[in-house]
């Protein structure tokens, strides 16, 4: 953290009515317990998480211990799915990559 930024999120307690760009870090959490290899490179790199609003994959493809990118799953069946980087100035910014209902 560069001081600019708050505490990581827990991703179970993530709303998805109100995560958007300037939500901030991510705890990824343990990677080493009910992990998996989401994107296939033979690193575990993503776990569930229930929140109280939505099933949330939390994916950490650095493993530097802040999410990379986050999908949420509500009851409903409505999803998002978001991707963090860094804007000019250095601050992190989430972008909204896919979204629709099951």
């Not at 179970?12 to 990824?28: H, K, N, W």
């Not at 575990?44 to 493993?63: E, G, K, T």
Request: glycine share 10%.
């Amino acid at each position: 953290m560069d001081g600019h930024e708050a505490e990581a999120l827990d991703p179970g307690r993530i709303e998805p009515e109100t995560f958007g760009p300037s939500s901030g870090p991510v705890d990824a959490g343990d990677l080493n317990f009910d992990a998996f290899d989401l994107d296939g490179d033979g690193t575990v790199d993503s776990r569930v998480v229930h929140s109280d609003d939505a099933v949330v994959i939390v994916s950490d493809f650095d493993r530097d211990g802040s999410a990379d990118r986050l999908t949420m799953i509500e009851s409903d069946g409505d999803y998002s799915a978001w991707e963090c980087s860094r804007d000019d100035e250095g601050a992190l910014v989430w972008q909204k990559i896919d979204a629709g209902a099951l």
